[in-house]
């Protein structure tokens, strides 16, 4: 049937065969690199999907353009997801002919995916070998298409496998292969400069750095790739791989000339891709503020080294994989810290601080994927779209799609703040200064950067601030992963570490805290003679967020939890949203989850803790999950379900304190980090939870985290995947959570204590948990009235002041 569609300048009509007969002429254009606008051919797609609605046919080719579309507009993003989605529905339509490309594409997005999330090369080239086997047997047919580019993609990857170090004759027969397949007769514009490139880029591997006529060989190859790509989006990547050639030959010639043409053709390249979305925006202006440092020009370096971390922000927004995502803000988290080291080399810390800061908003972002999507939807007039988010218990890949597209127009959305939003929160929260923590990386020391309430910013050089093998830190997340794989009944070798060297290594970590970090951080402030205690955020960077800081020993005995108050922050764009948030008030009411019956070890002290908490300050509360003696509580066994009803109860009369004393779970692998609450009968994913905070009119107030945590990982952990930064990207106001599991009594006095200061005296959560810590530290301590019999009698069978007994908690938000 004739169908009118608005082709621009005019109303024509088209019929079916004229609209699938376009559709594939614009992905021939798109996949041969001749086509003029990706973004122009989307809205011709576009205008023809308002008409041929309902028509399986040509909105299963529609679809297929689309994400062909896609990753023309942005070379080196593969929409895998996508990808999958048109092959469902053309599995649905094709016929006989297409069975083969059926059953291979599946394997082959597969090893696409793999791929992009980091699996090791070795691996990767075996999938795409038997993938090439495979295509060659497909039919004679248009599928011959799809097997060459198959095959096509499996050499040139085998091709450009790494060469071990010091084989200089694998070097040679690398570069050799690369130049066959260039000079290969065949092939589109986009495919033989994606094949000089290949080439030039060999040219410039480990062993060839001062051979000057391998160099020059490759700078030629690059030169053609770039003439070849033209103005395309790909040509910016092209552009960038002869920018680094030509620089590499100014390395061995000392030639500065080539220095100017190497920021001459990465400026080109930049103003080519446009700007952040470009998915090589950020590797074009990282290089870019490198080579400006070069030519001594360090301050225009910092726009262009902001500008690549804003590029990293547009690649995480707009990948579907969110473990390539992930992986993709970890990467740029890494490239944040080196940026940051590079400022203050320059003495340049209001640029470090945004670096850092952007750093950690992208692992954030990453780790909470669409936080509060519905208010930024419903901001962009795009209510109905954040109804059907809200109303969808798993929201379709279809469904993100268009929440991502809008949520991406906003280009400010992780950028970070600035020094004066920073400073206006610390006056609101009335924290004296904000410190990020940064690991050393060799050659470079680590770093202390620090944001006062008042005042230029500062930093320290902190050269016993590293994670190495046989120093205080190492040996202590080795015995802290032991020890938590013991507590859960678990056998499992930690590096030969025992579970009882853990208190131990934690003695022995606070007083390399002090000295590699907050001795000389804390002393401006010991000097203030206003006799006011100082308090202090920390934002520590990856592992260091594993360290109890508020137990920093002095010399002489004093932790820094007895000199000052300090609370931790994940990024400086968090503590900016905590500060501007109404607080919310604490009342009898809440839910308290007591040790749910699970497949972990039970925990006994953390049931008699949170009873009493219950009984005592919150006797409105829901109660869930086992008590005491061990019998399940009448208002629930603490399942999935009971806490999803309180949580969307959502009435002041349901209460805005939240008391976990139960299992949760941290996965650390970067691809797929994640955590969930264990509960009797099933879990809460922190995506979902998520969701259901999201929903909530009301905000919660207070949550606690004082049970165990399964995650037994010794390395990769980052605060950004924790469930407490989980819960504050939800909208909690404050966190208590736990740096090591607790299941100890004693940790149960200092529960009851941080209850009875927040509640009976009335402070704000960070200072009750202070005077709770100071309380056990007190060998004149006294138990209030209040406190039940059980944990009297706990407290005189037990030592207060020992480390593991309250050092392990940590204060977040308000």
């Known amino acids: ?131 090439s086997k495979r295509a060659e047997d497909l039919p004679d047919s248009p599928l011959r298409a799809v097997a060459a580019e198959i095959t096509h993609v499996s050499e040139l990857m ?16 690398q570069l050799e292969a690369l130049r066959r397949l260039r000079t290969q007769p065949g092939g589109t514009d986009a495919e033989r400069a994606i094949r000089l490139a290949a080439a030039g880029g060999a040219a410039l591997n480990e062993g060839n750095e001062q051979n000057l006529d391998r160099i020059n060989e490759g700078i030629a190859d690059l030169r053609e790739a770039v003439k070849l790509s033209g103005d ?20 061995v010639t000392g030639s500065l000339a080539d220095v100017d043409e190497a920021i001459a053709v990465l400026e080109g390249a930049r103003v080519l891709a446009r700007g952040p979305a470009h998915p090589h925006w950020s590797l074009v202006n990282d290089m870019l503020s490198q080579y400006r440092e070069r030519r001594g020009k360090s301050s225009s370096s910092s726009p262009a080294v902001l500008d690549a971390l804003r590029g990293y922000a547009w690649q995480v927004l707009l990948q579907p994989d969110p473990g ?56 962009a007039g795009e209510r109905g779209l954040a109804e059907r988010w809200r109303s969808e218990a798993q929201p379709s890949a ?41 690991p050393a990386v060799a050659p470079t020391p680590g770093w202390a950067v620090i944001a006062p309430a008042e005042g230029p910013p500062r930093y ?87 360290i109890p800081w508020q137990a920093a020993r002095r010399p002489d005995g004093k932790y820094l939890v007895e000199l000052a108050a300090v609370s931790q922050a994940a990024s400086a764009r968090m503590l900016c949203a905590s500060a501007a948030a109404e607080p919310v008030r604490h009342t009898a009411a809440g839910l308290v989850v007591a040790d749910p019956e699970t497949e972990e070890v039970d925990l006994e002290s953390a049931r008699l803790e949170a009873y009493a908490i219950h009984r005592t300050f919150y006797p409105g509360a829901t109660y869930l999950g086992r008590r005491p003696d061990g019998s399940v509580s009448a208002s629930g066994a603490g399942t999935p379900d009971e806490v999803r009803n309180w949580l969307r109860a959502d009435g002041a009369h349901a209460g805005t304190m ?82 090591w599991s607790i299941p100890d009594q004693d940790t149960s006095l200092l529960m009851y204590m941080f209850h009875h200061y927040l509640i009976t005296e009335h402070r704000p959560p960070w200072d009750a948990l202070r005077q709770a810590q100071l309380w056990m530290l007190d060998d004149a301590r006294s138990a209030p009235g209040d406190m039940p019999a059980p944990l009297r009698r706990m407290l005189a069978d037990s030592d207060p002041t020992r480390l593991t007994s309250w050092a392990g908690f940590v204060h977040w938000g308000q």
Request: hydrophobic share 45%; glycine share 8%.
């Open 1 to 131: 049937m004739d169908q009118p569609i608005d082709d621009g300048a005019a109303q024509r009509t088209w019929t079916k065969p004229e609209a699938v007969t376009r559709l594939i002429e614009l992905q021939e254009a798109a996949a041969g690199g001749t086509l003029a606008d990706p973004r122009t051919a989307a809205d011709e797609v576009d205008r023809l999907a308002a008409v041929f609605v309902g028509d399986v046919q040509v909105e299963t080719l529609i679809e297929s353009t689309r994400a062909v579309l896609k990753m023309t507009a942005a070379p080196g993003f593969v929409d895998v997801e996508g990808m999958r989605r048109v092959l469902e529905n053309l599995s649905r339509i094709a016929g006989p002919q297409a069975g083969p490309l059926m059953d291979l594409m599946p394997d082959y997005l597969d090893a696409v995916q793999s791929h992009l999330q980091g699996a090791d090369m070795a691996t990767t080239l075996a999938r795409f070998s038997d993938l």
């Open 158 to 173: 085998q091709a450009m496998d790494g060469v071990p170090d010091g084989d200089e004759a694998g070097r040679d027969r």
């Open 232 to 251: 395309r989006p790909d040509a910016v990547l092209h552009r960038a791989g002869l920018a680094m050639a030509v620089y590499r030959r100014s390395e």
């Open 324 to 379: 390539v995502a992930r992986a993709t803000a970890l990467s740029a988290a890494q490239d944040a810290v080196e940026a940051a080291g590079r400022f203050l080399v320059h003495h340049e810390p209001v640029d470090a601080l945004r670096a850092l800061d952007a750093g950690r908003g992208l692992l954030l972002f990453s780790a909470t994927e669409l936080r509060d999507p519905c208010a930024r939807l419903i901001e």
């Open 398 to 438: 279809w469904l993100r799609d268009e929440v991502v597209e809008v949520l991406s127009r906003d280009t400010d959305l992780l950028d970070p703040p600035t020094l004066e939003e920073i400073q206006d929160a610390l006056g609101r929260v009335g924290v004296d200064a904000l410190v990020y923590l940064v």
């Open 460 to 546: 320290l050089p902190l050269p016993y601030l590293t994670i190495d093998d046989g120093m205080e830190i190492e040996r202590y997340l080795a015995a802290a992963a032991a020890r938590d794989v013991a507590l859960l009944g678990k056998t499992r070798d930690i590096g030969g570490v025992e579970p009882a060297d853990f208190a131990e290594s934690l003695d022995a970590l606070c007083g390399w805290a002090w000295k590699a970090a907050i001795g000389p951080i804390i002393k401006p402030f010991l000097d203030d003679t206003s006799g006011r205690t100082p308090r202090l955020v920390l934002i520590p960077m990856g592992e260091l967020a594993r």
């Open 658 to 739: 939240v008391h976990f004393a139960t299992h949760g779970d941290l996965s650390t692998d970067a691809a797929h980090a994640s955590s969930r609450l264990l509960l009797a009968g099933g879990d809460l994913t922190a995506d979902e939870l998520i969701r259901l905070l999201d929903a909530r009119r009301h905000p919660i107030g207070l949550v606690v985290l004082a049970g165990c945590h399964t995650g037994e990982s010794v390395h990769g952990y980052d605060e950004a995947y924790s469930l407490g930064t989980l819960f504050l990207a939800a909208g909690a106001r404050t966190v208590l959570s736990t740096q």
